[in-house]
């Protein structure tokens, strides 16, 4: 069998990267803030970051295929290439439900890193199978740099994305994913040779690269739809609904925003600032730029960060126990002591528990009186 000679078209090589950082981005970022939501909730928006993450990995890859330019023609077989885009999408999905409904540790990050590096691999050579005419032959060599490239990578990029929910860290995170991806199929293609082959192994009805193209762009146009949305909700700050302004004096009593002291916490409601005392709220959570306020009943929106509520209510009840979380000792129902950490209990209807790292373990001892 004769060894084709092969080459990439530039442009599409460098479309294939931007795909890839648009899927990164939009599945990272759709999954942000979800623990304040409902399971069902929560499930909706791993079911649509799993569609743009594995999606968005089976168009990266598909796009530098229609970049591939050898001196033959040849066919993808359509089941194989359909399954190569469910692999992706479900092993993503896997790995999203355990970030998300196991309990958040350095292990399980590695864990759904090493997941999604293997569905990546694994996308990459069952799409390389639906070639038909042309047959790809690999080295021991290009496989072991595609794989310890996409483990690697894809470890990296959950690792920061969900080390820490921030901006920032998302954005890191979509950067080393758009390369994790991008890296896998190049290294593995670096390692692969392509013969022409006279017969057909196909399992379905065979597609042109033409056609292939059409299904490509319309998978990255909806991919790049996606990303503009999350782009433009993930950089704006949370709106508020619009009131129509009322009379002074025909302004409900119990509607209208208490005037602001020193020791109130301003909180968004119904398009209004609004005061709580520092003495109902249980938890202050981080989330992102901003906190949610947590008193027995209730979850309000607090435009401080957890860094400026730490500095603001230096003299109230609260205790830092982490570095996501602020405490009123007053409210913790019960204590439990880990093997190098701690967790507060609480009787509140949004928050059962809060996390106590090691180096604030013997403050909030001191704290409880434990």
């Not at 791993?46 to 530098?64: E, K, P, T």
Request: glycine share 8%; net charge positive; with cysteine.
């Amino acid at each position: 069998m004769q060894v084709l000679d092969f080459s990439h078209d530039p442009l599409l090589v460098i479309a294939s990267l931007f795909v890839a950082m648009m899927a990164g981005f939009t599945g990272l970022s759709l999954s942000r803030g979800l623990s304040t939501r409902s399971v069902t909730y929560q499930k909706v928006l791993i079911v649509l970051s799993a569609i743009s993450l594995g999606g968005g990995i089976w168009s990266m890859h598909f796009v530098a295929m229609l970049g591939l330019q050898l001196p033959i023609l040849f066919y993808y077989d359509a089941v194989i290439t359909l399954a190569s885009a469910l692999v992706a999408i479900l092993v993503v999905g896997v790995a999203l439900l355990i970030l998300h409904f196991w309990k958040r540790t350095p292990q399980t990050l590695v864990l759904a890193g090493m997941i999604v590096g293997v569905g990546v691999l694994a996308m990459h050579y069952l799409g390389m199978s639906a070639m038909q005419l042309c047959k790809a032959v690999y080295t021991p060599l290009g496989i072991a740099l595609a794989a310890v490239a996409s483990c690697v990578l894809s470890v990296g990029a959950f690792a920061v994305a969900y080390g820490r929910r921030t901006q920032r860290n998302i954005v890191i995170g979509t950067v080393i994913f758009g390369i994790a991806v991008f890296s896998v199929h190049f290294a593995a293609i670096a390692g692969t040779s392509f013969v022409a082959v006279e017969t057909q192994n196909e399992v379905g009805p065979l597609i042109s690269n033409e056609a292939m193209a059409i299904g490509v762009v319309l998978s990255s146009f909806v991919l790049c739809g996606a990303f503009l949305l999350s782009g433009v909700t993930f950089l704006a700050p949370p709106k508020q609904e619009e009131t129509i302004a009322e009379p002074e004096d025909a302004m409900p009593v119990d509607t209208a925003p208490k005037p602001a002291s020193k020791r109130q916490i301003p909180y968004q409601k119904d398009g209004q600032t609004r005061f709580v005392d520092p003495s109902a709220v249980a938890v202050i959570r981080a989330e992102g730029h901003y906190t949610y306020l947590y008193t027995k009943d209730e979850s309000l929106f607090c435009a401080w960060s957890i860094t400026e509520a730490e500095k603001r209510l230096s003299t109230g009840p609260f205790i830092k126990t982490h570095r996501s979380y602020l405490i009123n000792p007053d409210h913790v129902s019960g204590f439990e002591r880990m093997k190098d950490n701690g967790v507060c209990y609480f009787e509140t209807s949004s928050v059962n528990k809060v996390p106590v790292s090691r180096s604030r373990l013997k403050l909030v001892r001191d704290s409880l009186g434990v």
